[in-house]
């Protein structure tokens, strides 16, 4: 009976939390936007995390090297981002941009791109159609761009953290004090 009590008392608390929680604003835009700014971070760290001899590493020959890896995030967030339709003005990013630092630099731009458009979209211009989205995706929202966008950045990251570990590099965010 008292282990009922307890339960019973456990769902009543939980219950209240959720409408405590549902009762809040919630902005889509400002959720998207710390999520995009904190993928800047990380991919900050992981590209940085790989020493300046090695960012040509390949793991296999027809693969792209590890500095490629960084570019190829940097060139399709700026070729996306464009087709999402905002004021913002698109860094000019190189493809055939090399060296560590530049590379990064170029990532880091297509993010900072990336934070102008969402802070120029309410939550509700978010959920507008894209202007020009790829043909691949089909019809699809701005909210839907930045979600492909940033699931295709996590793919890469996944990838760039077998390249840091075949080079003997734990990925930062597996250090642990």
Known sequence: MTQLVRTIGMLVIAMGMTGAASAQTVSIQAEMLKDWTDLKATMDRIAGAMPEDKFTFKSTPPQRDFGQQVMHVATVNARFLGMVGSKAVAPKIDPNTTGRTATIAAMDASFDYGIAVL????????????????????????????????????????????????????????VRP
């Open 119 to 174: 802070k120029e979209l309410t939550d509700q211009a978010i959920l507008q159609p894209a202007t020009m989205p790829p043909g691949f995706l089909g019809p699809s929202s701005r909210a839907r761009m930045f979600t492909f966008l940033i699931g295709h950045t996590w793919d890469i990251y996944g990838q760039m953290a077998v390249y840091l570990r075949l080079n003997g590099v734990v990925p930062p965010a597996s």
